[in-house]
T-cell receptor
Framework: GAGVSQSPSNKVTEKGKDVELRCDPI?????LYWYRQSLGQGLEFLIY????????KSGLPSDRFSAERTGGSVSTLTIQRTQQEDSAVYLC????????????FGPGTRLLVL | QQQVKQSPQSLIVQKGGISIINCAYE??????FPWYQQFPGKGPALLIA?????SEKKEGRFTISFNKSAKQFSLHIMDSQPGDSATYFC???????????FGRGTSLIVHP
């Protein structure tokens, strides 16, 4: 595709429900990153993938958060038993390979937990 | 612990004026300093970046000034335009990490 795409663009859910957020990176990009952007805050790094491997999961806020990437392309960020503090914009970015300083961001998924 | 401190949080400038956003960092291992521009409803996009071996980099109306000894860097937008209205994030990376540490962002409004 022309750029990084994310779906859904908006998600409203009830506290306690599980949500899945999807990211389609730029074709050919092997590195993929997830960030969380809360109101008035900067971008908080969550996790990155090099291929299908996620070497560092320490940025995930809690064990309710998990992510996977299959086929070296699409990635899914799953939040289980959502809490109101999970409300934020979840951004995905990709780069040609890990170590490339330029990351290309998607438009984000705006998650609201009621 | 906030490793990159960005100010001001918000900025209002008249068309044609100069917008200045400042960032300060603590980790001397940082060796790449990008600025991102984010429009409402969009993801951040790389605007301009600098390495610590130069003190200034200019691209069109956008200039980064870098002060290694003070551990500070700033973005200057000359002849600011209403289309520049966006949120700007500074960031810093180390060569070994490649994961940016972001400032909290500056909301810039340029009045016509």
């Amino acid at each position: 595709g022309a750029g990084v795409s994310q779906s859904p663009s908006n998600k409203v859910t009830e506290k306690g429900k599980d949500v899945e957020l999807r990211c389609d990176p730029i074709s050919g990009h092997t590195a993929l990153y997830w960030y969380r952007q809360s109101l008035g805050q900067g971008l908080e790094f969550l996790i990155y993938f090099q291929g299908n491997s996620a070497p560092d999961k320490s940025g995930l806020p809690s064990d309710r958060f998990s992510a996977e990437r299959t086929g070296g392309s699409v990635s899914t960020l799953t939040i289980q038993r959502t809490q109101q503090e999970d409300s934020a914009v979840y951004l995905c970015a990709s780069s040609v390979q890990f170590g490339e300083e330029t990351q290309y961001f998607g438009p984000g998924t705006r998650l609201l937990v009621l | 612990q906030q490793q990159v401190k960005q100010s001001p949080q918000s900025l209002i400038v008249q068309k044609g004026g100069i917008s200045i956003i400042n960032c300060a960092y603590e980790n001397t291992a940082f060796d790449y300093f990008p600025w991102y521009q984010q429009f409402p409803g969009k993801g951040p996009a790389l605007l301009i970046a600098i390495r610590p071996d130069v003190s200034e980099k200019k691209e069109g109306r956008f200039t980064i000034s870098f002060n290694k000894s003070a551990k500070q860097f700033s973005l200057h937008i000359m002849d600011s335009q209403p289309g520049d209205s966006a949120t700007y994030f500074c960031a810093a990376l180390t060569g070994g990490s490649y994961i940016p540490t972001f400032g909290r962002g500056t909301s810039l409004i340029v009045h016509p």
